[in-house]
C-alpha cells in the first residue's frame, strides 16, 4: 500500500472524533472507551503533537489512517507515536504503513534515534508483524495496569523503533514489504 501525508487540518477534527470512538477503536485507543467532549477534542488532539498526519492511500485517495508524533524530547532523542487505522481499514496493514511513513518523515527531520509506542495487551497484536520481524522491540511492561469491564486486565506495553533498524530495512527494501 502506498500512501501520502497529509497534515492534519481543522477540517478533519470531526472525522478523527468519530475514528477515535469508534466502537471497534474506543476500547484500546487514547480515551479507553470514554467519549471526549467534542468541543475540547480538537484541543487535545494538538496538545503535546509535533506532527501528525491523516495517510491517504494512492487508489481511491482517501484517509486510511492517522499518525501522531508527540511528547518529543529532542535532547534526548525520543518520541512517541500513535498511529490508527480508520474503522473502514482495520486489519488491513493501513496502520503499519503509516506508521512506517510517520517514522520515516520524524527520523528525516528530527535527529530522534527511536520512536516509542505505548500500547496494551490488546491492541500490541497490531504490530505483531514487526515484532516478529525484530523492527519493534518490547523494551517495557507493567503488568495489569489498565482494566477493562471490571475485571479484565490489560498489560500496558512500549515498544521501541530504533533510528538504525529502520535505516537498514530501507536500505534493504522491507519497509514496503512490512504487512
Known sequence: MKIELKPVRPADVDMLNQWFTAVE???VWRYRGATPDPEAFGTHLWAGTLAHFLCIS????????????????????????????????????????????????AFKHWPFERILLECNT??????????????????????????FAMNDWADLIWLEYRREVHEKNAEAGYLGAWK
Request: hydrophobic share 35%.
Open 25 to 27: 477503536n474506543a476500547r
Open 58 to 105: 494512492e487508489s481511491p485517495r482517501v484517509p486510511v489512517c492517522y499518525v501522531s508524533i508527540y511528547d518529543a524530547n529532542l535532547a534526548s532523542g525520543h518520541a512517541k507515536m500513535a498511529c490508527i487505522s480508520s474503522p473502514q481499514h482495520r486489519k488491513t496493514g493501513a496502520s503499519t504503513f503509516g506508521f512506517i511513513a510517520g517514522a520515516s518523515y
Open 122 to 147: 490488546y491492541s500490541v497484536e497490531g504490530f505483531a508483524s514487526g515484532i516478529e520481524r525484530g523492527f519493534l522491540h518490547e523494551i517495557a511492561r507493567i503488568p495489569r495496569y489498565e482494566r
